[in-house]
């Protein structure tokens, strides 16, 4: 039992980041941009966020900083993909790139750490907090149990998370603006003709896709490894991408599969060094591969045929 | 003196090198139907998109109700109470009919009362207009005559007064554009002013109330249709007497040179696009198939042309089976071997490369024949000698081989895939839309070389969606629908009702 919640438990740690990164990802490829450029905003709000932290000890000056430079390079990534009908892929990969090389150049000349920052003191970091009655629920059996130990004991920005998910579920299927960007990203001349500024629509979900990385960034240098280490970020912008194909676009379904990834990351963590029957000790490259391999098996034949959206990656030009 | 919805005062529209409005004018009734007809190019769509706010007039003016405005953009062309129902639908397939309306519309922040709103709008205008859409249907998997009516339902709930229509019945069977017109006249009843644009002879002369005629960007006529017919309209539009029947003499066809048994294509999906085909073309006949777009007839050149592999079934041509022809080489490349020419649809797309010159335009797909190479290398003096000689005998204007490709009108490029095809001596000519985005004059033309080849002992399969050109051209006309053979008629003993019957996939 112990072990099956502290599981759980890592799965929501480890989950957290791919959940912001993947609905970043929602946004902006709903409205027909494709984002490649997740994984870099994301490193880049880590970088961003661990310095302004360490500098005025705030991890909420943190936070803010980490939005800012991710939703710079989000705007970038707009400018060149939605105002100039530039290529989608290479501006992403464009912004990939200039992360993993700009955070190690500005944390050497700024540090002298080897291009880390330094770790952050107990007052610039954000901590698990204790929700309310916590302690006295404790001794409840499951519900207690559930409440004290699995719910409780988290960072502010997993409670965030939580609020965000479904937040952002009602604003996608309930709002005008969800309409207007499942129009953008579906028929950008439909939405068009009937009176809806594409570019805009386009801008607007790059921008809250750079806020939700921002916040995935500062959450894995301010909260979890409590300083910026390079290339940090390893590979996690790419799984959110992952998930959100397997999720088909849709917001639940991409939680979901996060969730799935990040239950096969905590249990790889598990497994390392555990004798099993039969099989014995298993190395612990072949369990490191577990979610990457399951990625591929997933996005191969299980979720079906993924439908993107249909204007996913072609710039909008009026024609007539 | 009546009322005018419209006005269009001098309107001139110039685009690099050419001028698509000079000096247009025109005054459109209130609660009227206006025809705005002319051939591919006279300009009708550009001084729409005028009115619609897409583009800004260099000069002129556009009164609405009087009163004198500037549109910018087709936000202000929507708030001045003009709609838009477009050629290729606006909409957004995964969407409801609902959804679609509401779009750019919502009412509010939130969608819920918008769309409670807009729904309880939306019965009404379906009861005034007959229209019967279901508001929660996906749009995508409605017919192309409900989405068109969508299409105006979305203008309607925009408070549309004046509704225009691009081309509204290229996609439609003759029945769907009948019940289209009904509604159209509901709208007139209704006090609403509908501009159709077309180059639909008939459907002027059936259902407007005065009619505009453009020729190469001018107005060369506005008047009443009560006092033209469509003899009249024809020699306005062209600017000199055409004869809209091709000459043809009843001719015996000979042997049966493609016989096509059990032919099925299915797609990916599990659709079947083309289901159990079986048919014959013989020599010196020409047989027609007709069909509203997207029933198969462009999966069937495709096969026939070997771009496409077919699920099952046989390609019997000159007695053999192609499709059990073993080849190192592309099977689109074999057929032409064997004297099967092929004009595509799309012609822009697969019949030539537009950034190509003339010249090279010329042996695409005959590019191994050895009279214009020498030693491996093209010989550019033989290309360009053969150029000459297509731009002699099918009047290719302008007449300068070097020129590139997609600098010429539809008209003429189709005169260089024509040409082309023909030139190879096939016994056999697949062709598919030979006339679309051909202006009446390089229709005639095109036409009568058609005759010509059949008189010849050719045989030619003939795709069209235009029924005015497989009546005219074919000797025996199949109907396709839903990927079947709906019918065979005779041409003489077929008009458009029993072939709109067909269309709709009502068998014999």
């Not at chain 2, 009249?232 to 003499?249: F, N, Y």
Request: hydrophobic residues 45%; contains cysteine; glycine residues 10%.
């Amino acid at each position: 039992m112990e072990q099956l919640f502290s599981l759980l438990d890592s799965t929501i740690r480890v989950a957290t980041p791919l959940v912001l990164a993947a609905l970043a990802g929602m946004f902006s490829e709903r409205s027909g941009v494709v984002d490649i450029g997740l994984e870099g905003k994301m490193l880049v709000a880590a970088f961003a966020a661990a310095a302004a932290a360490f500098v005025t000890h705030s991890p909420w000056l943190g936070l803010l900083a980490g939005i800012m430079a991710s939703v710079s390079l989000a705007m970038v990534h707009a400018f060149v993909s939605v105002t100039y009908n530039g290529n989608q892929l290479i501006s992403g990969m464009a912004i990939n790139t200039i992360a993993s090389g700009i955070t190690p150049v500005l944390g050497l000349a700024w540090f002298q750490q080897g291009g880390n920052t330094p770790q952050l003191d107990d007052d610039s970091r954000f901590h698990d907090i204790s929700l309310p009655f916590a302690d006295a629920l404790s001794n409840v059996p499951v519900i207690g149990h559930l409440y004290s130990k699995l719910l409780s004991g988290h960072s502010i920005l997993v409670y965030l998370t939580i609020l965000i998910i479904p937040v952002v579920s009602w604003v996608v299927y309930r709002s005008r603006f969800g309409l207007r960007l499942r129009a953008v990203g579906e028929n950008p001349h439909a939405a068009d003709t009937a009176g809806v500024s594409v570019a805009r629509v386009r801008y607007i979900a790059l921008f809250w896709g750079g806020v939700l990385c921002g916040v995935a960034g500062t959450f894995l240098s301010v909260y979890q490894t409590g300083s910026f280490i390079k290339e940090m970020t390893a590979g996690k912008g790419f799984l959110a991408l992952a998930a959100l194909i397997f999720g088909k676009w849709r917001p639940l379904p991409a939680v979901l599969g996060c969730l799935l990834f990040a239950f096969a990351d905590a249990s790889q963590i598990r497994l390392e060094g555990v004798d099993l029957p039969i099989v014995g000790q298993i190395p612990s490259q072949a369990i490191q591969v577990i979610p990457y391999v399951l990625t591929v098996l997933l996005l191969a034949g299980f979720v079906g045929r993924a439908v993107a959206p249909k204007a996913i990656g072609v710039p909008f030009v009026k024609s007539r | 003196m009546t009322d005018f919805a419209i006005g269009l005062n001098g309107i001139c529209k110039r685009f690099g090198a050419v001028q698509a409005n000079r000096d247009v004018s025109m005054n459109i009734a209130k609660g009227s139907i206006h025809g705005i007809i002319g051939e591919n190019g006279a300009g009708k769509s550009t001084l729409m998109s005028i009115l619609y706010g897409y583009y800004q007039a260099d000069s002129g003016s556009i009164t609405v109700d009087g009163r004198e405005v500037r549109i910018r953009n087709s936000q202000e062309a929507i708030r001045l109470g003009i709609g838009m129902v477009h050629q290729h639908f606006m909409l957004v397939d995964n969407f409801t009919v609902l959804e679609n309306i509401v779009l750019g519309a919502e009412g509010g922040l939130l969608l819920k009362q918008g769309l409670a709103k807009a729904r309880e709008h939306l019965q009404a205008l379906n009861r005034d207009y007959s229209l019967e859409v279901d508001p929660d249907a996906i749009v995508g998997e409605l017919g192309v005559g409900l989405q068109q009516r969508v299409e105006i339902l979305k203008a309607l709930y925009r408070g549309a007064d004046v509704l225009i229509l691009d081309e509204p019945t290229a996609v439609l069977t003759p029945q769907e554009a009948d019940h289209l017109f009904c509604i159209l006249r509901a709208l007139r009843e209704q006090g609403k002013t509908v501009i159709l644009i077309t180059h639909k002879l008939r459907e002027v002369m059936d259902i407007t109330d005065a009619v505009s005629v453009m020729r190469a960007g001018t107005v060369v006529g506005n008047v009443r249709t009560a006092d033209v017919d469509k003899e009249k309209l024809a020699d306005l539009m062209v600017g000199r007497k055409v004869t809209l029947k091709v000459d043809k003499a009843e001719r015996e066809p000979g042997a049966a040179v493609l016989d096509v048994r059990q032919l099925c294509l299915t797609d990916a999906r599990g659709v079947k696009l083309l289901d159990d085909l079986n048919f014959q073309v013989r020599a010196g006949e020409i047989v027609g198939i007709a069909g509203v777009s997207g029933n198969g007839q462009s999966e069937l050149l495709e096969v026939l042309a070997g771009m496409l592999e077919p699920t099952s079934g046989e390609i019997r041509y000159q007695g053999a089976d192609l499709l059990q022809e073993k080849s190192s080489q592309p099977r689109a490349a074999l057929y032409r071997k064997k004297g099967i020419a092929h004009v595509p649809e799309d012609r822009s797309r697969e019949g030539l490369v537009k950034s190509f010159p003339m010249f090279e335009n010329a042996i695409l797909g005959y590019h191994d024949d050895k009279s214009v190479s020498k030693g491996g290398l093209y010989s550019r003096q033989a290309l360009l000698a053969r150029t000459r000689d297509f731009i002699r005998q099918f009047d290719i204007r302008p007449d300068n081989a070097q020129l590139r490709v997609g600098l010429l009108s539809g008209g003429n490029q189709q005169k260089v895939v024509l040409a082309r095809e023909i030139h190879a001596n096939p016994e056999l000519l697949l062709i598919g839309q030979p006339t679309r985005g051909v202006d009446i004059g390089a229709i005639e033309f095109i036409h009568k070389r058609l005759v010509e080849l059949r008189d010849a002992g050719k045989a030619i399969l003939l795709v069209s969606v235009e029924l005015e050109e497989i009546l005219a051209l074919s000797d025996r006309i199949l109907v396709m629908a839903g990927g079947q053979i709906s019918g065979e008629v005779a041409a003489r003993d077929a008009d458009t009702i029993s072939l709109g019957l067909l269309m709709g996939g009502h068998k014999h």
